[in-house]
């Protein structure tokens, strides 16, 4: 099959090169000359594992090419996808400028039948507008469908391999059987692909977000509350996630979520609400909860130094929002180091890949390490703010002799508090005992 995949971010770099690796001719497409020329040369301008060694493979055996040509990818492929951004607006809508801008492109280039497929997460009514976009500049038959991604970064490239499900929002036949024989390879072992109208399909994304975004802030709440009696939120998981009713996943508490997903989406699904004159009262606190989180967090690091922070040396561990990605958007790391920052912090820190990234928010005004040991050196107090593996089995002997005040605060629960009171640190988490030496 050809396709073409509009966009080169997360999604569409994704997608575009395992649709490849499964055979078909694709079209990659993207404004930005820089990027494309990048990718034509097998460098991914994105961190995620496995990524990179796909894209030289496909490009090599000639199934995978790179353009910022729009018109001529249009006419080559029979069906588009639509991976674009779509940012959040000040009122927390869904910007869909680039959406709509490509659905008017795509119009005035199309040379016979197209199935134009929206990868990216809009609102409800999008495939309607999107197709009175493509009507005014063509008079081909053509199909819209919805087709949202469920990808975690950090594994996005397992998840689209071997999915767990496939949403295809569309009325069509026609459009059906060609999205039912593309993604046939994907679910060879009997996963579905679920059959649904296009404003189904457009919702689900942002309720399976949002349902996951608000199991995060619920156990936050129950770890606030945790600290408050005596209790310990890791038992508490334990007991709820054996429920097979709630199961095991996104128990965990930290100092919130972030990425470009689940802020957005919320955000996103809450404006929809008010647009229809309904309001999401559960959504509204699920973003409250996640806000005052990482404050709550900030708020212990400066009681233990009573907020006296100007000659004090900070060293945090993890910068992205999650493990296995660069990715800074509204990474928790951010709110949290410019509040140290404001209180007059040093601080230094260290993420195994999104140092880079983090310069764009923090430039000099924050020291940056290519080892977690070099950034706690001489250090008063050490955070962990992202939960990377080689983060979970430090050397804390070694820790002990390098920093000037044995403390770590703790932001995602992957410390031992026994074994830190053994060790002689100070050690604060959530939802979980406070270890004084």
């Given at each position: ?41 097998a460098k991914s ?101 919805s087709n949202p ?198 601080v230094h820190a ?88």
């Open positions: 099959m050809k396709i073409s995949v509009i966009g080169t971010g997360y999604v569409g770099l994704v997608a575009g090169t395992c649709f490849a690796e499964t055979g078909n001719d694709v079209i990659c497409v993207d404004i930005d000359e820089k990027k494309v020329r990048m990718l034509r040369k301008p994105i961190y995620e594992p496995g990524l990179e060694e796909l894209i030289k493979k496909n490009i090599h055996e000639k199934r995978l090419t790179f353009t910022t040509d729009i018109e001529q990818a249009v006419r080559k492929t029979e069906v588009i996808f639509l991976a674009l951004p779509t940012p959040p607006m000040e009122d927390g809508s869904a910007d869909l400028k680039h959406v709509l801008g490509v659905a008017q492109i795509i119009g005035k280039s199309m040379n016979g039948y197209k199935v134009i497929v929206n990868k990216s997460t809009v609102p409800v009514g999008t495939s309607d507008r999107v197709r009175e976009a493509v009507s005014k500049y063509s008079k081909h038959e053509f199909d819209v469908v991604e469920f990808l975690k970064e950090g594994a996005a490239v397992m998840d689209f391999l071997k999915p767990d499900r496939i949403v295809v929002g569309t009325r069509s036949p026609k459009a059906i059987s060609i999205m039912q024989d593309l993604y046939g390879p994907f679910i060879r072992t009997g996963n579905p692909v679920i059959v649904m109208d296009e404003r189904s399909s457009e919702l689900t994304k942002y309720a399976a977000n949002s349902m996951l975004a608000t199991k995060i802030s619920f156990m936050n709440e129950i770890a606030n509350l945790c600290e408050r009696v005596g209790a310990d939120v890791d038992m508490v998981r334990k007991g709820v996630g054996s429920d097979p009713r709630v199961g095991q996943q996104f128990l965990f508490a930290g100092v919130g979520y972030g990425g470009s997903c689940f802020p957005k989406d919320v955000s996103a699904l809450v404006k929809t609400s008010k647009d229809y004159k309904y309001d999401f009262k559960i959504l509204n606190a699920v973003m409250d909860v996640n806000k005052n989180q990482r404050m709550l967090f900030t708020k212990k690091i400066l009681s233990h130094f009573n907020k006296k922070l100007s000659k004090k040396h900070i060293a945090v561990w993890g910068l992205s929002f999650k493990p296995n990605t660069d990715d800074m958007r509204e990474a928790p790391s951010i709110m949290i180091i410019k509040e140290l920052l404001k209180y007059g912090a040093t260290h993420d195994p890949v999104a140092n880079e990234e983090a310069k764009k928010h923090f430039g000099s005004s924050i020291k940056y390490y290519h080892n977690n040991y070099d950034a706690v050196k001489g250090a008063d107090a050490l955070v962990v703010v992202t939960e990377w593996n080689e983060f979970r089995r430090p050397d804390f002997e070694r820790m002990k002799k390098l920093m000037r005040n044995c403390v770590i605060f703790d932001g995602r629960n992957i410390y031992n508090p026994q074994v830190l009171r053994e060790m002689g640190f100070t050690y604060f988490s959530i939802g979980r005992e406070t270890v004084n030496d």
